[in-house]
């Protein structure tokens, strides 16, 4: 990268800092619109794809970081029947499609129909196990409860927590939705914004006064659409959540390689962390490498790195806006891949995994049971287990050595699942800084720093720190922030 005047070929130029799913997908959706774009996507690390990493090892395939996605929001699923992907999209395993969470050191099927907060089965409710009758009765009298003041506001927002304690009781908060929502977002509960990750509870109880009402109210015939509409249905099960995500066959790599395979030859380049990032005079940006490169110059650029990368890129020339992009703090968490023999595992793994309530004082968070989950990925005989740790609640644990993160995830399952002797394989992987914190007030952070960045031309923001942490969400913000930018550019008379 020479340094040079400012476009010398004439050609529009196109930055994207930050190789994960959501820069790729970013350039990607630059490159559609704009085909004579010259596009640079620059990336910190030696790899694209960020969390999405996957192993191979012989005929196993092994996911290091994420391993489906959800098609109920289909923004992935779309960008992959584009890319020409739609053979390869594989569901996850037909059996056993619920999860199982730890109580008393037993693993037990979390209640058919309860769905992070939604009781949607009474009976199932009654009879499991996971629960003290009086937690149970708590959790029936949910309807009884007052709604706090203030829910008509649409801002309105408060901790999954808080919510879910005073709707269903402590002990299904502590159970159930802790340990549900913890296995997703790695999060502190006490803080983690409903209105940013499950806003659709809002909506319940601020148009049925109840989540209990509100789940009856959607099986009630006349409310709902289709041909169908008038007859009433059963309680949905677990298991239809589970069937909204899916895979690639080979592991969501083949994802990575299809967006980059997309790009311009010699647009990503590997191990080029963005030092500087400059605003100049007309919506033009020059970006400084790290390492003594050469500064570049470009006419948009779209930050699709941390929250905490942007914020350090920006405050040099808008400190306020650096100020509440620092405002998102971000967790990591580890992963250890453990592939057994089946028979090594005394426990039927009847699930696609088991999440670990923080009241259970273990030192893992989930375990997913992928040869259950994705049973394409994995061939017969063999058992593949996750073990998640790590989070708010833990950040210790990811500075633990390979050796006692093995050792403690193969004392957990040993304990929990029966697993004896040693895997035939192990692998670990460390996500330092992955997952943001969506705290309360973040719907709102979140549209404040939009408003900032729209006065920067030329300036466009993507990535999980703001609409969603998910995959689709973050194709989302991807094709979004590419949209404005071709916009403006095009606005600009620039194209
Ligand atoms: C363990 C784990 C499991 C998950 N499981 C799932 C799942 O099953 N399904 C699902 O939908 N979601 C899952 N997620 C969430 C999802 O994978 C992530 O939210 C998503 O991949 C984030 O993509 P991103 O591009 O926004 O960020 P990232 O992938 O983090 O990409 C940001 C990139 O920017 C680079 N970068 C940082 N600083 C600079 C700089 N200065 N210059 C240049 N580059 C820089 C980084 O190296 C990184 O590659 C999981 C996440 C984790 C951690």
């Known amino acids: ?25 970013a350039a990607y959706f630059i490159r559609r619109s704009l085909s004579r774009v010259e596009l640079r996507v620059l990336e910190a690390s030696d790899r694209l794809g960020g969390p999405l990493h996957t192993l191979r090892s012989g005929e196993l395939v092994l996911e290091q970081g994420a391993d489906s996605f959800l098609i109920k929001t289909p923004y992935a699923l779309d960008l992959c029947r584009e890319l020409g992907l739609a053979d390869r999209l594989v569901p996850t395993g037909e059996k056993f499609r619920r999860a199982l969470v730890v109580r008393g050191g037993k693993l037990l099927p979390v209640p058919d129909g309860f769905v992070l907060m939604k009781p949607q089965n009474l009976p199932a409710i009654m009879s499991s196990p996971v629960l003290s009758l009086a937690g149970k009765l708590r959790l029936l009298a949910e309807p009884l409860m007052r709604s706090r003041r203030g829910l008509d506001d649409p801002a309105y927002d408060e901790s999954v927590a808080s919510f879910a304690t005073r709707r269903l009781g402590r002990e ?31 909506e319940a109880e601020r148009t049925h006064g109840s989540l209990w009402r509100s789940c009856r109210a959607a099986r009630l015939p006349g409310k709902r659409k289709g041909r169908d509409a008038n007859a009433p249905t059963a309680a949905p099960t677990s298991a239809a959540r589970y069937g909204q995500f899916v895979t690639l066959e080979g592991g969501l790599r083949v994802l990575v390689d299809a967006l980059a395979a997309a790009l311009p030859a010699g647009a990503a380049r590997l191990g080029t962390p963005v030092r500087r990032l400059e605003r100049r005079a007309a919506g033009r940006w020059t970006i400084t490498p790290a390492g003594g490169e050469p500064p570049e110059h470009f006419d948009g650029v779209v930050v699709a790195a941390s929250t905490g990368c942007a914020a350090s890129l920006i405050r040099p020339w808008d400190a306020e806006l650096a100020s509440r992009l620092e405002q998102i703090q971000y967790a990591s968490s580890a992963v250890v891949t453990l592939v057994y023999r089946r028979d090594q595992i005394a426990h039927p793994l009847d699930g696609f995994g088991a999440v670990v309530p923080a009241v259970e004082q273990r030192p893992i968070v989930a375990a997913s049971f992928l040869h259950v989950k994705l049973p394409t990925h994995v061939p017969k005989g063999l058992a593949v287990i996750r073990v998640f740790s790590g989070g708010v609640l ?53 549209s404040e720093i939009e408003r900032r960045v729209a006065a920067h031309d030329g300036l466009q923001l993507a990535g999980n720190g703001y609409h969603g942490v998910g995959i689709p969400h973050c194709i989302h913000t991807a094709r979004a922030a590419a949209q404005r930018l071709v916009n403006q550019l095009k606005a600009s008379r620039r194209l």
């Open 1 to 25: 990268m020479a340094d040079s005047t400012p476009y010398p070929s004439g050609a529009i130029r196109v930055a994207v800092i930050g190789g994960g799913i959501s820069g790729l997908a």
């Open 172 to 202: 299904a908060f502590e159970r159930l939705v802790e340990p549900l929502v913890a296995g997703i977002y790695v999060a502190d509960a006490r803080k983690l914004s409903l209105a940013a990750t499950f806003p659709e509870f809002i």
């Open 394 to 446: 833990h950040p210790e644990t990811v500075d633990r050595d390979d050796q006692q993160l093995i050792a403690t995830a193969k004392q957990q399952l040993a304990e929990l699942v029966g697993a004896s002797g040693d895997p035939r394989e192990t692998h670990v992987a460390r996500w330092r800084n992955s997952m943001p914190q969506y705290e309360v007030g973040h719907v709102q952070l979140a």
